[in-house]
Nanobody, 121 residues
Framework: QLVESGGGVVQPGGSLRLSCTAS????????IGWFRQAPGKGREGVSC????????YYADSVKGRFTISRDSVKNTMYLQMNNLKFEDTAVYYC????????????????WGQGTPVTVSS
C-alpha cells in the first residue's frame, strides 16, 4: 500500500514536497515514480528513479524544478517541487515498480490514492 501526503494550494513560484509512504513492502527494492493527471488530460510520468542503477527521469516540463528522492529508513519517497507554475496543477500519484528510463508503470504496480496540487494566485 502506498499513502501520499503533502498536496495543497500554493501560489506560482512556491514550493511543495509530496510524500509517499509504503507499507507491506520495501520501497528500496523497486524503481519508483511520480505521475500526475491534470483536469481533462491523461496521466503523465513526472519523474522516476531506479533502484541502484542511477537511472532517473524527469519530464521536460519539470526539469530543474522537481526532484525525486527516497528515504530507506522511512520507507518513503518524495517529490520536491519548486518554482511551481499554473500548469503544474494536477492530482499527483506515486507508484512503485516502474520502468524508470521512460517513466512508465509496470502492469499491476501499486499506486497511491493521489494528492491534489493546485497552483493559484
Amino acid at each position: 500500500q502506498l499513502v501520499e501526503s503533502g498536496g495543497g494550494v500554493v501560489q506560482p513560484g512556491g514550493s511543495l514536497r509530496l510524500s509517499c509512504t509504503a507499507s507491506g513492502f520495501t520501497l528500496d527494492h523497486y524503481p519508483i515514480g511520480w505521475f500526475r493527471q491534470a483536469p481533462g488530460k491523461g496521466r503523465e510520468g513526472v519523474s522516476c528513479l531506479g533502484v541502484s542503477d542511477g537511472i532517473s527521469y524527469y519530464a521536460d516540463s519539470v526539469k530543474g524544478r522537481f526532484t525525486i528522492s527516497r528515504d530507506s529508513v522511512k520507507n518513503t519517497m518524495y517529490l520536491q517541487m519548486n518554482n511551481l507554475k499554473f500548469e503544474d496543477t494536477a492530482v499527483y500519484y506515486c507508484a512503485s515498480d516502474v520502468y524508470p528510463a521512460d517513466c512508465r508503470v509496470r502492469p499491476g504496480a501499486p499506486w497511491g490514492q493521489g494528492t491534489p496540487v493546485t497552483v493559484s494566485s
